[in-house]
C-alpha cells in the first residue's frame, strides 16, 4: 500500500513560497495585499476551483450540496468559465472526472451530496487511487451540529474512503476553504498522484466570511516533500549494471505515463539498444511501432514479452509497481535478472520485489539525470551489447505473434478491434474491463494519454462515462469506447448526459452475449460450470435503446458489414452506438493462468514442425517441439 498522509480542515500549515525541488510548482513571487471580499463557503470553494484551472465538473446536486450548486448557477450564469456536466450517477461523475484527467493530465473534479452521493462515488475513487490518477472529489456533509448524529443522508464519507485517498478534508469552517482547495489540488498533482477528498458541511457552504483567496502554487506542507530528484549515486549504479547486461529488458508502468517520460525511455532504450515492454497502465508511452517494442506483458501479454522477462539478465522497472497480473509467479518473474527500480512513490520500491539498485525520484527527472551522466562520461552501449538478445526476441515474435482468428461463419471480437485501429489509429480509446479490454490492450497500437482503462480495480462500467471526460476534454478529438456487452450495462444511464451535452463519443459493443472474462475463467478452471454469467437474456435492442436517447445505433452481425459500420459510425456527426455481435465462444490468448510463471501461457500457437529437423520434446508434457523453440507452446515450460 502508498504511503498516504489523512488529516481534517482544523490542521492549518503556513502559506509559504514552495521549495524548489517539489515537482509541478514554480517560486511564487510575493502576493499583493489583497481586500476581503464577504462571501459564501461555497462560492469560495468555486473561486477557488476556478483559480486553479478547473473548467469542468462532472456532478449530481442533492441537499447537502444544494448551496454550493446555488452558488454554481450564479457562477455559471455570470459566464466566469466554469461548466458544470450533470451526469446520471455519482459513480458516472467520477470516471468522467478519471477520463478527464488522464486525457488531459490536469486533476478531474466532480461533486457529490452526502449519503448515497458520496457513497456511489466510492467505486469511482477508488478506480482512481489505485491507477494515481489526479482528481478533487468534494462531497456534501450535513450541517456541522448534526454529525454524527445519523441524520438524514449522513455518512462518514471522510472514514469511508480513508483507504482510497491521498488525502482528506473535513471544512469545519468556511475561512479555510481556499487554502484547503490549494492544498488538495497540490497533494493530488504532485509526487504519485492521487484523489483527494473535500468533504463540506451544508453549514459551512453557506456561511459567510471574509473570503480571501489563495493562489495556486503558494501552499506548502510540513511533512510532504515528495522525492523527485534521483540519488546521484544509485544512478551512477544503474549505469553500470545497463552497461554490464546482455539482455537487458524496460518494463514501463503508469508512472511513465504521469510523468511525461516518453521521449527519455525511447531516448535510453535506442542508446543501449534495449527492448521495451509495458503494462496495460503503461501503454502509449513507448511506441509499439518501434522494433524495440515488444507490447504488453503479463497474463493476457505477448508471448515474446512474457519470454523476454523470463529471460533477461537485467530489469529496468520505470514506474510500475510489479503487480500480480504483470508478474503471475512472482518468485519466477525475471528470476535471474538484477533489478533497477525507478519509481517516485518510495513505499512501492520494494515492496514486491526488492531491487539491486532502488531509485526513488519522478521517473522524467531520473532518466534525464541518467541520459546527462551518460553523455557527459561518453557512454554508450558497447558493440554488439545486445544484438544477439535482439536477435532472440525477434525470433519469438516470428513464432509466437499475436494471432487474429477468422470464421467462416461469425466475426472475431479481435477482427473488429484491429478493424476500428487501422480506420482511426489516432483516436483516443477508452475501455470497460473484461476480454475486450486485453483484445484492445493487444491490438490497439495508441500514443501517449490515448489508453484510458481501469487497471488496477478492474472497474467494470468505467469506459463510458470516461470517454465523456476524454472528449468533453478534447471535443475536436475522436474519443471512441471499447465496451462489452455486460460492462456496457453498468453505466449505460450515461447516455442520457451524452444526448444533453451532445458529447459525440463512439461506443464499440463487442457482443459476445457472455461476461466473457468470468466464461473464459470458468471453462478453465472451473470445469465449463458457467453459472451466472450468461447475459443475452435482458441485453437490450441497442438500436432502440439508442434510439431512446437521441444517438444512433447501428447493429453488425455479418463480417461483411463490419467495415463499412465502422466507417459509418466514424463519420457521423454525433454519438454512435455500434453493437457487434461476435464469436460467443472467443478466448483472449496468450494467457498466464494464476499461480504459473509467465513462461508458461496456454494458447499459444503451435508451431509447424519442420521437415527432416530432430524434434525435442517437452519434459513436463511431453509435447513436441522445434528444436528452435526456447518454451513449449502447450506448457510453456523451458526447454
Given amino acids: 500500500m502508498r504511503s498516504r498522509s489523512v488529516s481534517v480542515g482544523e490542521s492549518r500549515p503556513q502559506i509559504i513560497a514552495p521549495q524548489a525541488d517539489n515537482q509541478a510548482q514554480s517560486s511564487v513571487s510575493p502576493l499583493p495585499v489583497v481586500t476581503p471580499r464577504r462571501a459564501s463557503g461555497g462560492f469560495a470553494l468555486l473561486d477557488s476551483l476556478k483559480r486553479h484551472g478547473v473548467e469542468y465538473i462532472f456532478g449530481y446536486p442533492g441537499g447537502a450540496i444544494l448551496p454550493i450548486y446555488d452558488d454554481l448557477y450564479k457562477a455559471e450564469a455570470s459566464g466566469d468559465g466554469i461548466k458544470h456536466i450533470l451526469v446520471r450517477h455519482e459513480q458516472g461523475a467520477a470516471h468522467a472526472a478519471d477520463g478527464y484527467a488522464r486525457a488531459t493530465g490536469k486533476v478531474g473534479v466532480c461533486f457529490g451530496t452526502s449519503g448515497p452521493g458520496a457513497t456511489n462515488l466510492v467505486t469511482g475513487i477508488a478506480t482512481a487511487y489505485m491507477d494515481s490518477i489526479p482528481m478533487v472529489i468534494v462531497t456534501g456533509q450535513v450541517p456541522r451540529h448534526a454529525i454524527g448524529t445519523d441524520a438524514f443522508q449522513e455518512t462518514d464519507i471522510y472514514g469511508i474512503t480513508l483507504p ?50 489563495v493562489q495556486p502554487g503558494s501552499v506548502k506542507l510540513p511533512g510532504y516533500r515528495p522525492t523527485v530528484k534521483g540519488n546521484p549515486r544509485q544512478i551512477h549504479a544503474a549505469i553500470q549494471l545497463i552497461r554490464e547486461s546482455r539482455r537487458p529488458l524496460l518494463y514501463v508502468g503508469g508512472g511513465a505515463i504521469a510523468s511525461g517520460a516518453y521521449a527519455e525511455i525511447q531516448e535510453l532504450a535506442e542508446l543501449f539498444q534495449i527492448p521495451v515492454t509495458t503494462t496495460l497502465m503503461g501503454l502509449g508511452a513507448f511506441d509499439e511501432h518501434h522494433p524495440l517494442s515488444l507490447a504488453m506483458l503479463g497474463m493476457h501479454g505477448t508471448a515474446y514479452a512474457n519470454f523476454a522477462v523470463t529471460d533477461c539478465d537485467l530489469l529496468i522497472c520505470v514506474g510500475a509497481r510489479f503487480d500480480d497480473r504483470v508478474t503471475g509467479k512472482l518468485d519466477e518473474f525475471a528470476s535471474r535478472a538484477k533489478v533497477i527500480h525507478i519509481d517516485i512513490d518510495p513505499a512501492e520500491v520494494g515492496k514486491n520485489r526488492v531491487p539491486d539498485v532502488p531509485i526513488v525520484g519522478d521517473v522524467k527527472n531520473v532518466l534525464q539525470d541518467i541520459l546527462r551522466r551518460c553523455e557527459e562520461l561518453g557512454i554508450q552501449s558497447t558493440p554488439n551489447q545486445t544484438q544477439e538478445w535482439l536477435r532472440l526476441i525477434n525470433r519469438w515474435k516470428e513464432e509466437y505473434p499475436l494471432v487474429v482468428p477468422h470464421h467462416a461463419d461469425s466475426i472475431s471480437p479481435q477482427e473488429v478491434i484491429v478493424e476500428i485501429a487501422r480506420q482511426a489509429p489516432h483516436a483516443i480509446y477508452t475501455t470497460d474491463v473484461g476480454q475486450h479490454q486485453m483484445w484492445a490492450a493487444q491490438f490497439l497500437k495508441t500514443g501517449p494519454r490515448r489508453w484510458i482503462s481501469s487497471g488496477g480495480l478492474g472497474t467494470m462500467g468505467f469506459g463510458l462515462p ?76 441497442i438500436e432502440l435503446l439508442a434510439k431512446a436517447y437521441g444517438i444512433k445505433g447501428i447493429v453488425v452481425n455479418n463480417q461483411d458489414e463490419l467495415t463499412d459500420a465502422i466507417a459509418q459510425m466514424l463519420a457521423h456527426d454525433g454519438a454512435v452506438i455500434l453493437d457487434v455481435h461476435v464469436t460467443k465462444d472467443e478466448n483472449c490468448y496468450p494467457m498466464v493462468a494464476p499461480g504459473k510463471s509467465n513462461a508458461q501461457m496456454i494458447g499459444l500457437p503451435k508451431q509447424a514442425p519442420k521437415a527432416d529437423v530432430k524434434p525435442v520434446y517437452c519434459s513436463n508434457c511431453g509435447a513436441k517441439n522445434l528444436p528452435s523453440n526456447n518454451f513449449c507452446p502447450e506448457c510453456g515450460t523451458k526447454l
Fill in 164 to 213: 482510497i485517498v491521498k488525502h482528506s478534508y473535513v471544512v469545519r469552517d468556511p475561512k479555510d476553504m481556499a487554502r484547503i482547495v490549494a492544498e488538495a489540488f497540490h497533494i493530488a498533482a504532485t509526487g504519485r498522484p492521487g484523489p483527494v477528498l473535500i468533504d463540506v458541511p451544508k453549514d459551512v457552504a453557506f456561511e459567510e466570511f471574509d473570503y480571501i483567496p
Fill in 466 to 541: 470516461a470517454a465523456m471526460g476524454a472528449k468533453v476534454a478534447f471535443p475536436e478529438q475522436e474519443v471512441i469506447c471499447i465496451s462489452g456487452d455486460a460492462s456496457f450495462q453498468m453505466c449505460l444511464q450515461e447516455l442520457g448526459t451524452i444526448a444533453q451535452y451532445g458529447i459525440n463519443v463512439k461506443t464499440v459493443i463487442i457482443n459476445n452475449g457472455w461476461q466473457g472474462m468470468v466464461r473464459q475463467w470458468q471453462q478453465a478452471f472451473h470445469g465449463e460450470r458457467y453459472s451466472c454469467s450468461n447475459m443475452e437474456v435482458g441485453m437490450p435492442d
